[in-house]
């Protein structure tokens, strides 16, 4: 699918089977693979679109929709690939009341689909590899954004001594984020309190030892970018944003691209949320050079092997 078209006179938006087709397409570019066993052998049954798995050992049927986001759902898969293409080329995000009125379903099945869509936007795990490399900049820096619940805001800074006058970002969610300048990708995390401890796990976890760290003048990183080929900093505080190659500015950009689309679109988000919302923001990003036809492809793919099981949209 081509920017600028309108994409939704495409045939998998209005008929279950071609609809079909094109999920088979985006999740099987090779055909059929057994989601049980991952076995290429199967067979057609007479029900249209389910197959059977052609190993001994296994011999279970399957659709497109085993084992993925979209399991046990009972909306039709047009509804689901309107769904996936608006959420892969919006770029500051499609709410489940936009999905209600534009798919004419019920709210709690716009919000079933709403945040499984996010799911499988989501990436993680053990094997995402390292940011950066020798000589690569990783920027790094955090931010707040949303009130905190009155049961969760906090009386005392982190070093012990109580609040002297509202903070900014004293009782607001905060959030980690990490750019790689060489591939231009971003990941980003909610934590509870973004100290210095917090911060290190997320930078080594997810930073190559040998990479550049970018970071503000904030005290946070001062121990952690010993760990690293070397921590360059810019002076915020003296105006100073970019010294050489030396900024964060790729890394901000990122966070306004999420908290204009989290103020304009979503307007709300429970803390609970959240990650799946910061997950939806990074899929965009890290896709931003792809089609909205491929980002969509790409996310459906994403949904294999992955399930929420919580039944109520709160």
Known sequence: MA???????EAHFHNEKAARAWFEAARWP??????????????????AGRYRCGEKECRKDYTVMTKSVMERSHAPLTSWATAFHLYASSKKGFTATQLERHLGCEYNTAWFIHHRVMEAMRRGGLDLPPMGGPGSPVEVDETY???????????????GRPFLKKGRAANKRAIVALVDRSTGNVRSFHVPTADAAAVAKIVRENVHHESRLHTDESKLYITLGKEFAAHETVNHGAKEYARGDVTTNTVEGYFGIFKRGMRGNYQHCAEKNLHRYLAEFDFRYNTRTLTDGERAALAVR?????????????
């Open 302 to 314: 994403g949904g294999e092997g992955k399930r929420l099981t919580y039944r109520q949209p709160r």
């Open 30 to 47: 090779h055909g059929p693979v057994c989601p049980h066993c991952g076995s290429l052998k199967h067979y057609a049954t007479k029900k």
């Open 145 to 159: 954004f949303g009130n905190l619940p009155e049961s969760k805001r906090r009386t005392k800074t982190t070093s």
């Open 3 to 9: 920017r600028g078209k309108n994409t939704f006179k």
